[in-house]
Each structure stands twice: as C-alpha cells, then as structure tokens.
C-alpha cells in the first residue's frame, strides 16, 4: 500500500452530529434540523447483492468547552433523505465510482455532536463526503483553558489532496484556527477498510465485515497515530503538510487569535 502510495504521489503532483438540534457554525451552511440516531439500511442501493456497512464513527474527549469537565464529541453520518444516520460502504462493490455514486444519492451530511448540551454540533460539510477520515484532540493549542480540536474530510472524490482543520469552541461557536494542505496517504486506515491509492487518487477498500483481527489491527495503528501538528508555545504550532510543490515539508505557524 505504501508503494502505491509513493507511485500516486509522483503521478499526482499537480493534482488537480438521537435527537438533536444542530446549531449553525458562523461560517459554514447549510444546516440540519434534527436526526434518527437510528441507522437507516433501506435506501435504495440499486444494488442487489451489496452488503451494507456501517463504517467507523469518531469519538474523543476532551474539555472542548473550558468548564473543566471532560465532554465527548462524536461523529455522524446523516442522509439528509430521511434524516437517518447512515451507512457509508457496501460489500460487492463494483467500483470506486459506484461508491460514490450511491453516497451522492443519500444527500450526506457530516457532523460532530456533544453529550453536553450546551456545546452546539460541528457542521463538518455537506458535500461530497464519507464522514470523517480523521478526528483527534489535540489538547490545549492556544492557551485559553480549552482543549482544540482537528478534522480531515473523507472527500468521494478521485484526488489523494486534502485539507487538516484546526477549529476551537469559543462564545458558543465552533471557529477555525487554521488549515494547511495534506496528502490523503499521510492518515492511516479505519476500521473496515483500508486506502488504496492508484493513478486517479483514493478508493476505500472493503474488509470483510467478520474479519476482526485486520480491523483490529487498523484501529490500533489509528489509535497510535500522532498526527501531524506540534505544540510549540501557544498559538504557535508545527505542522507537517504538503508545500504546493508536491513535497512534504515542516513549517511553525501561529494560530489565528479568537477573541
């Protein structure tokens, strides 16, 4: 896989949040309204020998919110057909772009709720999307009592570029930090499936379902994966990204001041 990874890179150089309100983030629409936290398999495939799969849902926690009580963010992957949360792969599939063929037909939305309340839901996008490729705590980044949090969207596109997002809760709002151009082939693999990287970019392969040794195995490379930005003081962290000349690089950059 790695070798694969190294050859897309050379060719792709120029490559071209159960029942809950969902608040809207100051920058970001649109919204949802509310969700069954209740999976929906019954969408119509158009497939009749694909075999739905769940795929891995995102859980940290951190104190996102400065009460000094740790809080719990977790990821969800809606059709916004009947609200529902939904799943994101299937077994028997013919081909990446069926894939994404049938993910559009969901109307997918990507969020991050909270078990508390009062912290409203991160609108991840309401794209082309798989949910999340990477969710992380990333402790207190800017020295404000808060604990930060970054993101990666599993974009259904045919590209290994990608973006990791840095975003803070403060006055009641989820707020971006900052953001730097990554490599999809920079994250590691989740649970049920693994990343296959050819000359059109990323396609998610199927593990079997009951194959819980290679799951088990992936989730413990996600687990111990330390990803890609540093602490250096507050505010000011060090990043590993992609330089825009098709390189991997390291550069120290300063967080954006929220007031």
């Known amino acids: 896989m790695k070798a694969l990874a190294l050859l897309s890179f050379c060719l ?8 809950d309100f969902v608040k809207k983030p100051a920058d970001k629409k649109p919204t949802v309204q509310a969700f069954n936290n209740k999976k929906n398999s019954s969408i119509d495939t158009s497939g009749k020998n694909l075999i739905p799969v769940f795929g891995y849902r995102f859980a940290i926690t951190g104190d996102f919110n400065g009460d000094g009580k740790k809080e719990k963010l ?26 994404v063929e049938l993910t559009m037909r969901k109307k997918p939305i990507s969020l991050v709720t909270c078990d508390d309340k009062s912290i409203h839901s ?21 020295g404000d009592g808060t604990d930060e949090v970054s993101y990666v969207i599993d974009w259904t596109d045919w590209s290994n570029l990608n973006s990791w997002n840095i975003v803070t809760y403060k006055n009641g709002k989820w707020k971006d930090l900052y953001s730097f151009p990554i490599w999809d082939w920079q994250l590691p693999d989740l649970p049920q ?16 379902t009951e194959n819980t040794k290679a799951n088990k195995e992936i989730e413990d490379s996600l687990n111990s994966f330390k990803g890609l930005i540093k602490k250096i003081s507050n505010n000011k962290i060090q990043i590993i990204y992609d330089n825009k000349e098709g390189v991997l690089d390291t550069g120290i950059v300063r967080l954006k001041t929220i007031n």
């Open 74 to 99: 977790t990821e969800h992957f809606i059709s916004r057909i009947d609200n529902c949360e939904s799943d994101k792969f299937y077994e028997g599939l013919k081909d990446y772009n069926q894939l």
């Open 193 to 208: 499936t693994y990343n296959q990287y050819g000359p059109v970019g990323l396609e998610n392969k199927i593990i079997n």
């Open 122 to 142: 991160l609108l991840i996008t309401s794209h082309r999307n798989l949910g999340l490729a990477y969710l992380k705590n990333e402790g207190d980044l800017n």
């Open 12 to 19: 792709l150089l120029t490559v071209c949040s159960c029942h």
